[in-house]
């Protein structure tokens, strides 16, 4: 068998790195290792309802919710697969939370992280990094296209729909069990509306505020919504 560095050595890398490892699906890291850049993202994100999705799943939490949704408001949820796939970032994938998985390592994959709406961070996060130093010292802008391959998402509905669409009669094709218990079936209150969501743009966004952009990529998958979205954002303190 041919090691890595005997590959590379030979000028392999690129066949041993190409079609194949794109295959791997990237590691979740948890919101920490996005927070180290996009600190103001994060300073508005751990104030959300989805930094503290978790701690709805603990016994005595939105009682009154629970009851109404035909579940034990007494019990621990924590551990139910049928609840943390919505509740945690990544359950069940490369990297991403495990039942039982030690306090430390959960604690930054717990609640709908980062990773939850923009993908699992473990190949594209240096991309941005290097792109920065890129247009810093060379004045160069970067592609986009490689970061979707390297994992990150850009079709936001898609991802939200995952957990919000995920109940029958939802409209949503991909829905499968566990499904959501709290759907507008239940209560007007818990219909999604993607575009009134990431536009609030205000204390109460769900998302997290927005920061105006300085232009490090370009070219598609542009998403959508970045223009209107980038019309309404503020400037981040350096
Ligand atoms: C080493 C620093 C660094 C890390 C780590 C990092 N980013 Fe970034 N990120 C950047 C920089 C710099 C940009 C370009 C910002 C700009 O254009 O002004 C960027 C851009 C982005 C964008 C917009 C990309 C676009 O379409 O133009 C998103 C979304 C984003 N980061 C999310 C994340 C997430 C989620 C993580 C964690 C998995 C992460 N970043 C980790 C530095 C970082
Ligand atoms: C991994 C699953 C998941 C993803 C992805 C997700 N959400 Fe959520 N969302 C939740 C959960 C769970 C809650 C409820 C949190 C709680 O109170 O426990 C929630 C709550 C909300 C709320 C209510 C917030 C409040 O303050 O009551 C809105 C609005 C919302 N999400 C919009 C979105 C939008 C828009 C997207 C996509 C850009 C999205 N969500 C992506 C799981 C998700
Ligand atoms: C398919 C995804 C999904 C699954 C599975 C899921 N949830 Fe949720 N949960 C959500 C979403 C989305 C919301 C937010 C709904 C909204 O505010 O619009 C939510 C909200 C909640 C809330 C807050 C409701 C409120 O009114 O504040 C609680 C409590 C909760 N879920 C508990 C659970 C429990 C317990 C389980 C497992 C039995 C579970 N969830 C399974 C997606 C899911
Ligand atoms: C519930 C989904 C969701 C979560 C969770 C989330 N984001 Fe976002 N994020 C979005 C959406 C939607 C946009 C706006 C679309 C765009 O411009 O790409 C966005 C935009 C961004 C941008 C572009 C600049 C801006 O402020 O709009 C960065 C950088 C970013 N997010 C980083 C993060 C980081 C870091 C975290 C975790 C601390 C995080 N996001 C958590 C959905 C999410």
Redesign the pocket.
């Known amino acids: 068998m041919i090691t890595r560095s005997i590959a590379a050595a030979l000028g392999l890398a690129v066949l041993l790195s190409g079609p194949g490892a794109r295959a791997e699906a990237p590691d979740y890291k948890g919101f920490r290792v996005c927070t180290k850049c996009h600190d103001a993202q994060g300073d508005s994100w751990k104030k959300t309802a989805h930094a503290r999705a978790f701690e709805?799943?603990m016994a005595g939490?939105?009682a009154d919710?629970?009851r109404k949704a035909g579940?034990d408001p007494a019990a621990d949820?924590t551990a139910?697969a049928?609840?943390v796939?919505?509740?945690a970032t990544g359950h069940g994938k490369p990297g991403g939370y495990r039942i039982g998985m030690e306090a430390d390592e959960a604690r930054v994959l717990a609640g709908v992280g980062c990773e939850s709406c923009h993908g699992p961070g473990g190949r594209y996060r240096d991309l941005h990094g290097a792109a920065s130093d890129r247009l810093k010292s060379a004045g160069d802008t970067s592609p986009r296209a490689p970061l979707a391959e390297a994992g990150q998402n850009f079709d936001y509905e898609q991802a939200c729909a995952a957990?919000?669409l995920?109940f029958p009669g939802s409209g949503w094709a991909a829905a499968k069990p566990?499904?959501?218990?709290?759907t507008p079936r239940l209560d007007a209150k818990?219909t999604?509306d993607f575009r009134r969501a990431v536009l609030a743009g205000d204390r109460n966004n769900p998302v997290h505020l927005h920061f105006r952009l300085r232009g490090v990529f370009k070219g598609d998958p542009l998403p959508a919504i970045r223009g209107e979205v980038q019309a309404g954002a503020r400037e981040a303190e350096d």
Do not use: T
């Not at 566990?178 to 709290?182: E, R, Y």
């Open positions: 709805s799943l939490a939105k919710a629970k579940l949820y139910d049928n609840c796939g919505c509740h957990c919000h995920n566990p499904h959501s218990p709290f818990y999604h």
